[in-house]
């Protein structure tokens, strides 16, 4: 298996513009989940999703953000407009039964910088 | 939510000395998770813990859940450069919460 696939990995945008990040999960996963990381804040999780249907998406900073699972192998999230205080690097990770005992499998991450 | 508390929160220790990270709950935990991130990496899982006063040993890495299972530790015996990155601990939840980390630096 490829693990958990992430584009792109590096996204620099102006402010204003809509960014889209891509996640495709590990076949068979059926929970998945957006995490944005900061030196301030750490990992945070943004949302969740378990077989496609969003759980929890408490950790969403504003309207600005949303996240899409049109298929057990393709989640978005979508930034607009993007801010630079959304300069992160955000993660998306996968498991089977919502991770125990088998951990999250995370993807390289894309590093988005808003200029 | 549950959260978990990591310290310390850096560390720099010389090549072959120990290095041990402490995560602490106000709660009771089923069960946690330790994760290691390598610099410009990205979250890697290495062992769930589930028992009260379990202890899991991968070749240096020795990991700890305490009796009250409110507490886990991660010790690392004889550093190796290859061993530098952050360490989390993440606690149970609907989702796992991640603690804030501790970021191991060896000095060669």
């Known amino acids: 298996d490829a693990g958990v696939i992430q584009s792109p990995r590096h996204e620099v945008t102006e402010m204003g513009q809509e960014v889209t990040l891509r996640c495709k999960p590990i076949?068979?996963?059926?929970?998945l989940f957006w995490y944005r990381q900061t030196m301030m804040r750490g990992l945070e999780l943004l949302i969740y999703?378990?077989?496609?249907?969003?759980?929890?998406d408490s950790g969403m900073p504003e309207d600005r953000f949303s996240a899409k699972m049109p298929n057990a192998s393709f989640s978005t999230l979508k930034i607009q407009p993007s801010e630079p205080r959304d300069s992160a690097v955000y993660f998306c990770?996968?498991?089977?039964?919502?991770?125990?005992?088998?951990?999250?499998?995370f993807g390289s991450g894309t590093r988005l910088t808003v200029v | 939510g549950q959260q978990v508390m990591q310290i310390p929160q850096y560390q720099h220790v010389q090549e072959g000395e120990d290095f041990t990270t402490y995560c602490n709950s106000s709660?009771?935990?089923?069960?946690i998770q330790w994760y290691k991130q390598r610099p410009g990496g990205h979250p890697v899982f290495l062992i769930q813990?589930?028992?009260?006063?379990e202890v899991k040993k991968q070749k240096r890495l020795t990991f700890q859940f305490g009796e009250a299972k409110k507490n886990s530790s991660l010790h690392i015996t004889a550093t190796q450069t290859t061993d530098v990155g952050t360490y989390f601990c993440?606690?149970?939840?609907?989702?796992?919460?991640f603690g804030t980390g501790t970021s191991l630096t060896v000095i060669p």
């Open positions: 813990l589930v028992k009260s006063g």
């Open positions: 990770a996968s498991s089977g039964h919502a991770g125990a005992g088998y951990g999250y499998t």
């Open positions: 999703f378990n077989n496609n249907v969003p759980i929890d």
């Open positions: 709660t009771t935990l089923s069960n």
């Open positions: 993440a606690g149970p939840g609907n989702q796992f919460y």
């Open positions: 076949s068979g996963h059926d929970y």
